[in-house]
């Protein structure tokens, strides 16, 4: 009963000091936003790709964005990157791209497949190829909103996260996402030659933007 007794008193002294903290912290600093890391943070002129030229990129705004384009022999590959930092717009576009909706695999089927990454999509529109995935602030890359929600209780809700998250300088949950596009156009009309050659493009490409995902300013 006394270890309980010692146990509550902590939780409420802890508990006090995180208020304290978090009104201190309001007053004297406001809280930053999400908005606030889009206006600080620049996408890259170029994005190194192994076995690829850069050919050229282009801005993007609304949402905030890059085009790459990169050339290997005769093919042209695109990738288009958006910054996405709010939970109603990203489940929109997830909708959007949800490989489950029979509307989304009117055309041809969309797959949907599972790597090191995460999870991401294939599927064919207008002759191109398109590989779509969200990478995520934290855990593995989503397709689904359901995966992406998964990850933000998974992921965002650490102990580690306490004192940021108390302190206003990180969410409790972090709806960012940095959406994903690769396409190439169809190989001689069969798209599922093509499919390799992204899946191939988008394990290195993931694995340089993860750990570069734009940072919370503090």
């Given at each position: 009963m006394k270890i309980w007794?010692?146990?509550?008193?902590?939780?409420?002294?802890?508990t006090f000091g995180g208020v304290v903290i978090v009104l201190g912290k309001s007053?004297?600093?406001p809280q930053k936003t999400t908005e606030q890391v889009v206006e600080l943070?620049?996408?890259?002129?170029?994005?190194?790709?192994?076995g690829w030229q850069h050919?050229?990129?282009?801005?993007?705004?609304?949402?905030?964005g890059n085009i790459y384009r990169y050339q290997q022999?005769?093919?042209?590959?695109?990738?288009?990157?958006?910054?996405?930092?709010?939970?109603?717009?990203?489940e929109k576009l997830f909708r959007q791209y949800d490989p489950r909706d029979a509307s989304v695999t009117a055309q041809f089927p969309t797959l949907?497949?599972?790597?090191?990454?995460?999870?991401?999509?294939?599927?064919?529109d207008n002759s191109r190829v398109y590989l779509r995935s969200c990478i995520n602030p934290r855990g593995p890359s989503a397709i689904t909103y359901e995966q992406f929600i998964q990850n933000r209780y998974t992921?965002?809700?650490?102990?580690?996260?306490?004192?940021?998250?108390?302190?206003?300088?990180?969410?409790?949950?972090?709806?960012?996402?940095?959406?994903?596009?690769?396409s190439l156009p169809m190989s001689d009309n069969?798209?599922?030659?093509?499919?390799?050659?992204?899946?191939?493009?988008?394990?290195?490409?993931?694995?340089?933007?993860?750990?570069?995902?734009?940072?919370?300013?503090?």
């Open positions: 007794e010692n146990v509550r008193i902590s939780l409420l002294v802890l007053i004297l600093e943070f620049t996408f890259p002129a170029i994005v190194p790709l192994p050919q050229e990129s282009e801005a993007l705004t609304e949402p905030w022999n005769d093919k042209i590959l695109q990738i288009e990157m958006r910054y996405v930092d709010h939970p109603h717009p990203n949907t497949r599972t790597n090191s990454t995460g999870s991401y999509s294939l599927s064919v992921y965002d809700l650490q102990l580690s996260r306490i004192i940021p998250v108390l302190m206003g300088e990180e969410p409790l949950r972090d709806h960012r996402c940095l959406w994903s596009h690769l069969y798209f599922e030659e093509t499919y390799p050659i992204l899946e191939e493009v988008w394990q290195v490409w993931y694995q340089w933007w993860h750990p570069r995902f734009p940072q919370l300013e503090r």
